[in-house]
Nanobody, 125 residues
């Protein structure tokens, strides 16, 4: 059974940092591209970042470029999203998702087959 479980969300002040984790089971992580997405109330799901199956290609949305870093540890079946310099507009539910492996990735939700349940990130003073 394929599962993706996000963790690491919470409440943080503007300028602070969080590291999200996406733990996967039921499949071999190094055969899959992983994406991070977020959705704020009343807004469409947004592609935040993605990483190719072996980690050689990474993509970031313009709103997070230079602040967020995606990484993966295939031996631990885990993908991370390090979020620095957080802003109130980063507040959303964050999801990780998996797609069949490739040497590149896209931040399009329709490309992904499996999704986690999401973790809430709230940036507020």
């Amino acid at each position: 059974q394929v599962q993706l479980v996000e963790s690491g969300g919470g409440l943080v002040q503007p300028g602070g940092s969080l590291r999200l984790s996406c733990a996967v089971s039921g499949f071999t992580l190094d055969n899959y591209t992983i994406g991070w997405f977020r959705q704020a109330p009343g807004k469409e799901r947004e592609g935040v970042s993605c990483i190719s199956s072996r980690g050689g290609f990474r993509s970031y949305g313009d709103s997070v470029k230079g602040r967020f870093t995606i990484s993966r540890d295939n031996a631990k079946n885990t993908v991370y999203l390090q979020m620095n310099s957080l802003k109130p507009e980063d507040t959303a539910v964050y999801y990780c998702a998996a797609a069949r492996g490739s040497s590149w990735c896209r931040r399009s939700p329709g490309d992904y087959d499996y999704w986690g349940q999401g973790t809430q990130v709230t940036v507020s003073s």
